[in-house]
Nanobody
Framework: QVDLAESGGGSVQPGGSLRLSCAAS????????MAWSRQALGKERELVAS???????TYTDSVKGRFTISRDAAKNTVYLQMDNLKPEDTAIYYC?????????WGQGTQVTVSS
């Protein structure tokens, strides 16, 4: 069993920045890939960004150039740096780790972008 704990959410004005952290209870390199997803009110959860064990990155189109996923192996932590935030980025953000057919999810952290 691996626990994932997100932190760093909050309220910010449009154009602002936040950095989300996802601390894993075990070695993050045990996962094939880790990801950040989000779910806005009344919408389906969507994959925002991912990083695989080799370091390859993916982003959904709406966040390209604004969000950056990274990791710190020594801290077993994955980050999501979010810049130039927009109201449509408002959602609960979830961290996940995936290995073979198993997925582990954190409990989520709320991000609200509003003036």
């Amino acid at each position: 069993q691996v626990d994932l704990a997100e932190s760093g959410g909050g309220s910010v004005q449009p154009g602002g920045s936040l950095r989300l952290s996802c601390a894993a209870s075990g070695n993050i390199f045990n996962f094939n890939f880790m990801a950040w997803s989000r779910q806005a009110l009344g919408k389906e959860r969507e994959l925002v960004a991912s990083i695989n064990v080799g370091g390859s990155l993916t982003y959904t189109d709406s966040v390209k150039g604004r969000f950056t996923i990274s990791r710190d192996a020594a801290k077993n932590t994955v980050y999501l740096q979010m810049d130039n935030l927009k109201p449509e980025d408002t959602a609960i953000y979830y961290c996940s780790g995936h290995i073979m057919s198993r997925s582990y999810w954190g409990q989520g952290t709320q991000v609200t972008v509003s003036s």
